[in-house]
Nanobody
Framework: QVQFVESGGGLVPPGGSLRLSCTAP????????VGWFCQAPGKEREEVAI?????SSYYTYTVKGRFTVSRDRAKVTLVMNNLKPEDTAIYYC????????????????????WGQGTQVTVSS
């Protein structure tokens, strides 16, 4: 069964940086849009960034200019700079099983193969 594995989370002070990675062992990412999502306590899961199969990308407005998503055939990376306390959440990645290129309309139920997530905590 395919499942993503996320890594790279941790505790950083405001203004700090983290580099998150996600892979799906044995599952090439070619042909899939892969997204990073976050879920804070008491809130719904929401999109952060999408790395499309054509190497274009989408960012939610709260992270534009601070986060950068990239991908290769086996891994999707999220570089998070200038982190803020409101970025604190569990970060997950998942693949869109219906579209290889996703724009600003993110439909959560199109994404599958969710991992267990990695905790990001931004606090002084």
């Amino acid at each position: 069964q395919v499942q993503f594995v996320e890594s790279g989370g941790g505790l950083v002070p405001p203004g700090g940086s983290l580099r998150l990675s996600c892979t799906a062992p044995g599952f090439p990412l070619d042909g899939y849009a892969v997204g990073w999502f976050c879920q804070a306590p008491g809130k719904e899961r929401e999109e952060v960034a999408i790395a499309n199969d054509d190497h274009s990308s989408y960012y939610t407005y709260t992270v534009k200019g601070r986060f950068t998503v990239s991908r290769d055939r086996a891994k999707v990376t999220l570089v998070m700079n200038n982190l803020k306390p409101e970025d604190t959440a569990i970060y997950y990645c998942a693949a869109n099983i219906m579209r290889s290129v996703v724009g600003s309309t993110i439909i959560l139920h199109e994404f599958s193969y969710w991992g267990q997530g990695t905790q990001v905590t931004v606090s002084s």
